[in-house]
């Protein structure tokens, strides 16, 4: 079973291109606000969960994976 640091990975290389290290700033990888509603969609549909304006404040794909990590418990 992938890691949700796994799945992001593969998920950003695909929609942005580079393959992303997990301390790479989102902004770095190039998602604007465009980019982001949709990866906000994608991990909605992808985890099952509800993405709050607190995403906001994620800035590395560290940070995206424990959030939806944290959005997963139960």
Sequence with gaps: MESIEEILINQLSEKFGAKP????????LGIDSVGMAELTFDIEQRFKISVDDT???????????DYIRERLKP
């Design 55 to 65: 995403l906001l404040n994620v800035e590395t794909v560290q940070d995206l994976a």
């Design 21 to 28: 290290e997990l301390t790479d700033s989102l902004i770095f």
